[in-house]
């Protein structure tokens, strides 16, 4: 069975330090995995994925994500953090019958 | 736009009745899907509906029930057999089955017990 494992319900950055959101993954065949990203009161905004083509992966606003077989890990990062992305974040991957199972989410918090 | 709606985004309910949340997408999507979202939880898959008229029970379909009457359609009831129905609902749909795609999410639905 698939499952993801986000590591830290809470991060907390200041304003341009580096963001780092861990994502581990269980699958039993080889993963499909995302990253959403969630504001108050909103829906899941897609920011990136992985579909076993290149292993770095990059998505919207900055944020990029390695896939590293070897660790099972999917771990989403931005050099500069801003403002804007204090959200939730959440990691996800597709199983063979297309659901996707989501992780716990972190939120994210950034400091001025 | 092309997208997923749903209506309405704040629903109040009194306990013992039935509500139903309303998820529509002009996608042309096959695949539609109900997540409850509770926090600290993440999001727990309700029911999912890979053609019309056929649809799955989710990890936490009790206390639910939908239909996929058209494709663009894909509704959900929460009745009174839900004890703890309070949360934030959100609809979701992808491309096909068997793509593996990401899923597309509509704006949710706050439902609270008064």
């Known amino acids: 069975a698939q499952s993801v494992t986000q590591l830290g319900s809470h991060v907390s950055v200041s304003e341009g330090a580096l963001v780092l959101l861990r994502c581990n993954y269980s699958?039993?065949?080889?993963?499909?995995l995302f990253w959403y990203v969630q504001y108050p009161n909103q829906g899941l905004q897609l920011l990136l994925k992985y579909t076993s083509a290149a292993t770095l992966v990059k998505g919207i606003n900055g944020f990029e994500a390695e896939f590293k077989k070897s660790e099972t890990s999917f771990h989403l990062t931005k050099p500069s953090a801003h403002m804007s992305d204090a959200a939730e974040y959440f990691c996800?991957?597709?199983?063979?019958?297309?659901?996707?199972?989501f992780g716990t989410g972190t939120r994210l918090q950034v400091f001025p | 736009d092309g997208g997923i709606t749903q209506s309405p985004k704040y629903l109040f309910r009194k306990e013992g009745q039935n509500v139903t949340l309303s998820c529509e997408q002009n996608?042309?999507?096959?695949?539609m899907y109900w997540y409850r979202q509770d926090p600290g939880q993440g999001l727990r898959l309700i029911y999912y509906s890979q053609i019309v008229n056929d649809f799955q029970k989710g990890d936490i379909a009790e206390g639910y029930s939908v239909s996929r009457e058209k494709k663009e359609s894909f509704p959900l009831t929460v009745t009174s057999a839900q004890k703890n129905p309070t949360a934030f609902y959100l609809c979701a749909s992808s491309i096909v089955p068997g793509a593996r795609t990401e899923a597309f999410f509509g704006q949710g639905t706050r439902l609270t017990v008064v």
């Open positions: 699958s039993s065949v080889p993963p499909y």
């Open positions: 996608l042309n999507h096959d695949a």
């Open positions: 996800a991957v597709s199983d063979n019958t297309d659901k996707l199972i």
